[in-house]
């Protein structure tokens, strides 16, 4: 993978980060035409323009370092970016806000979330191309996926699946006994069953999957490098940013999930790269 110029990610992330923010600014009017309720959180908003801008340009920072790796044509790339954004960023969280909180609205966090993930998509990718020569995606992912017997894939790819859910219940256990009180003490938070957060976090993994693989297919860098840019992608869509823009939570709970999401993106990246990045000679 070739070096990028330092101008290059800063231009991509400030683009990224005016088009996400535009791409709210879009979709909060759209969505008030469609049958979509809101949720009841916004019925009494907690005014956090800051803190909501710093969010979105974590967002617009962490999508810029990963941009590079997607070396499909025009169109492939934007397409491959709009959805690696939109599940790890809002499809996943979305899902897990219906059971951990009384908000509602996930129909609506699930349409609103097209807007900044497409936006952002473009924004971040006209100051920034691809890492390599372009090539298809299709092709790449057939010679991909050569590169390995079928029951190789598929320990492996098992192997990642079952380890996000192990991972995020390894962490979450460690802080429990912080932010535990708080879930029983606010009304609007809510502890599903063990049996039932399992069964979310196995269905989330398998979207994450999805989102990640195409990294995979085009990476061809060290492994090294590649959990430094995932982790950092990941944690910036998947918990920093939400901790940032939640300032209805307590802090205790903000920092507490701000470290458990931090350890879930650096050990989560690891595993998937060291199983999944390595491609046997053809």
């Avoid at 960023?89 to 009384?102: D, M, N, Q, R, V």
């Avoid at 693989?213 to 090294?224: E, Q, T």
Wanted: aromatic share 16%; charged share 10%; hydrophobic share 55%.
């Amino acid at each position: 993978m070739k070096n990028r110029p330092v101008l290059s990610y800063i231009l991509a992330a400030n683009s990224g980060f005016v088009f996400y923010t535009l791409g709210y600014a879009v979709g909060v009017p759209a969505l008030s035409h469609l049958p979509f309720p809101p949720p009841t959180i916004l019925e009494h908003p907690v005014a956090h323009p800051l803190t909501d801008m710093l969010a979105a340009y974590v967002v617009a920072l962490g999508v810029s370092a990963i941009a590079g790796i997607f070396r499909g044509p025009f169109l492939t790339r934007r397409l491959l970016l709009f959805f690696f954004i939109y599940i790890l960023g809002h499809l996943i969280s979305a899902w897990e806000a219906a059971y951990f909180t009384k908000f509602g609205g996930t129909s609506f966090f699930l349409a609103l979330g097209v807007f900044p993930s497409l936006f952002g998509a473009i924004g971040i990718t006209l100051f920034l191309g691809p890492s390599g020569p372009v090539e298809p995606f299709l092709p790449c992912a057939r010679d991909y996926f050569k590169n390995r017997p079928p029951l190789d894939w598929l320990w492996r790819l098992g192997l990642v699946w079952l380890s996000f859910p192990a991972i995020y219940l390894l962490f979450g256990f460690c802080v429990a006994p912080i932010v535990l009180p708080y879930y029983h003490n606010l009304e609007f938070l809510v502890v599903p069953p063990l049996g039932t957060l399992v069964e979310l976090q196995l269905c989330r993994s398998l979207l994450i999957l999805a989102a990640l693989l195409p990294l995979f297919v085009y990476w061809k860098g060290p492994k090294g490098r590649l959990i430094l840019l995932l982790g950092s992608a990941f944690y910036a869509l998947t918990g920093l940013s939400g901790l940032l823009a939640g300032s209805f939570l307590p802090t205790v709970i903000r920092w507490a999930h701000g470290v458990e999401t931090l350890a879930d993106a650096l050990a989560y990246s690891t595993v998937a790269v060291l199983l999944l990045s390595s491609r046997k000679p053809s």
